[in-house]
């Protein structure tokens, strides 16, 4: 055994916790603050643990932010400038690069004839171009520049030889003109059973208050002339879907219905697809493009629902899921079978 773990013998019996318990609050402090110091390398020990803590001086007073960013920036602007160790002159070192001209080798050089010579030397973008098209130089031009020098007999390109493909310019279309429908002359055409109204359209009309689209349904129950409703973009919900379905329930001259891109979720849906079961009138129903997805059960519904209404030949909706989209087109080809039997006949 060595001298220094003789030394370390007389220490294995030593009670450091009465050792402690003697100790007074001052001796523990000045002994903490020792500890601290005593490694303050020492990387398995937290930051705190190795350095005195001096977070017990008293506060000046409350925080301001404000006051402290103010003063961050009025010190930062104070503080002078550190003059660089050359100053800047604006003086350009060294020679400016000038390319080198290449020189083409004698082999490489091409003569031509003083007229062919003279007629490309005055020759414009345009007649360039369709050269180059018709010599097979495609890579000089876009596509549309050599399909159109190649298939034309006359020079049609203005814009010269590029191998930047660029986007064909077209006429932009105006949009659509809004929805002249009166709503109020609609209603009342509704109510009074119009022959000559056979179609309603509301399409895009989207500030239709619910109580007149919901009176409109209301009258649709009685009318007989109507063959088309279509409320498309009317930023219809369920209960526009409800009254729907109770005009579904009860009038038998529709034939066409289209609901699509509305607010109309699963549960108005399936309240309109389960009045379509008792409509033997409807030959036609879109409800394609709602706010959202309807779900598993609703496409589900649909196919059962175009299963059991033969009178539907025409059905707008794009289903999801492999399964009812089986079993909606292969209801949807004997409808229309049955259609064209009864046609024959």
Sequence with gaps: MSSYQKELEKYRDIDEDEILRTLSPEELEQ??????????????????????DQTKKSPTGPLDRDALLQYLEQQALEVKERDDLVPF???????????????????????????????????????????????????????????????SGE??????????????????????PPNPTNIEEMLKRVRSNDKELEEVNLNNIQDIPIPVLSELCEAMKTNTYVRSF????????????????????????????????????????????????ENATLTELRVDNQRQWPGDAVEMEMATVLEQCPSIVRFGYHF????????????MTRNNELRRQQKKR
Aim: with cysteine; net charge negative.
């Design 31 to 52: 002994l903490d603050c020792e500890l601290q110091e005593m490694d303050p390398e020492n990387m398995l020990l937290p930051a705190g643990l190795r350095q005195r």
């Design 89 to 151: 002159t604006g003086e350009k070192k060294g020679k400016p690069y000038i390319q080198p001209k290449r020189e083409i080798p004698a082999e490489e050089q091409i003569t031509l004839e003083p007229e062919l010579e003279e007629a490309l030397s005055h020759a414009t973008d345009a007649e360039m171009c369709d050269i180059a098209a018709i010599l097979g130089m495609y890579t000089l031009m876009s596509n549309k520049q050599y399909y159109d020098a190649i298939c």
């Design 155 to 176: 020079i049609c390109n203005t814009e010269g030889i590029s191998s930047v493909v660029q986007p064909d310019k077209y006429k932009p279309v105006p949009d659509e």
């Design 230 to 277: 279509s409320l498309v973009a009317t930023k219809s919900g369920d209960p526009i879907a409800n009254a729907v379905a109770d005009m579904l329930r009860e009038n038998r001259s529709l034939q066409s219905l289209n609901i699509e891109s509305n607010f109309i979720s699963s549960t108005g849906l399936m309240a309109v697809l389960k009045a379509v079961r």
């Design 320 to 331: 999801t899921q492999q399964g009812p989209r089986a079993r909606a087109a292969q209801a």
